[in-house]
């Protein structure tokens, strides 16, 4: 029984699935951000080429 208190009691692995949930929240938000931005910057440098092009008359 008294093995069964200390096993509850101990709370270290909660921690490491709760610090391992936070870091995979992060890396999805990253990746999804980054996904975004990157699409804005292509649109971004379609446009200036396009702008350039039709300014030299190409």
Sequence with gaps: MR???TFL????GA???E?????????VSLIIGLGIY???MIKMF???VTTVNTALGL
């Design 19 to 27: 610090y391992g949930l936070i870091a995979g929240l992060i890396a």
């Design 15 to 17: 921690t490491a699935i």
């Design 46 to 48: 379609e446009y200036i």
């Design 3 to 5: 093995k069964l208190k």
């Design 9 to 12: 009691a101990h709370d270290q």
């Design 38 to 40: 990157y699409d804005a």
